[in-house]
């Protein structure tokens, strides 16, 4: 079984900074892509951004600039750091991972989420 913690969420200005963390710990052979979605209020679930194990990146248009998205695969760990953030960034950030439980069998796996308020 495979487990995704977040950490890192909580209340900043805007213009502020905040660090996610998302560690991935269970019985698994490797981690292909790692990646973070957010959800609002009232909206559907976006991709946030996503890095895969040989460090290619993928980052929704609104962040660009702004989000930095980084893994350590000794650690199965990923990170988001998120500058300048906007009130529009307000959300649950949830993790993801597409795990390979063996060298031919994957899966999608979510973290239970963690939640990102930017306010005055």
């Known amino acids: 079984q495979v487990q995704l913690v977040e950490s890192g969420g909580g209340l900043v200005q805007p213009g502020g900074s905040l660090r996610l963390s998302c560690a991935a710990s269970?019985?698994?052979?490797?981690?292909?892509?790692m990646g973070w979605y957010r959800q609002a209020t009232g909206k559907q679930r976006e991709l946030v951004a996503t890095?895969?194990?040989?460090?290619?990146?993928n980052y929704a248009d609104s962040v660009k600039g702004r989000f930095t998205i980084s893994r350590d695969n000794a650690k199965n760990t990923a990170y988001l750091q998120m500058n300048s953030l906007k009130l529009e960034d307000t959300a649950d950030y949830y993790c993801?991972?597409?795990?390979?439980?063996?060298?031919?069998?994957?899966?999608?796996?979510w973290g239970p989420g963690t939640l990102v308020t930017v306010s005055s």
């Open positions: 993801y991972a597409n795990v390979h439980t063996t060298p031919y069998r994957s899966l999608g796996v």
């Open positions: 269970g019985s698994f052979f490797s981690i292909n892509v």
């Open positions: 890095i895969d194990s040989g460090g290619w990146i």
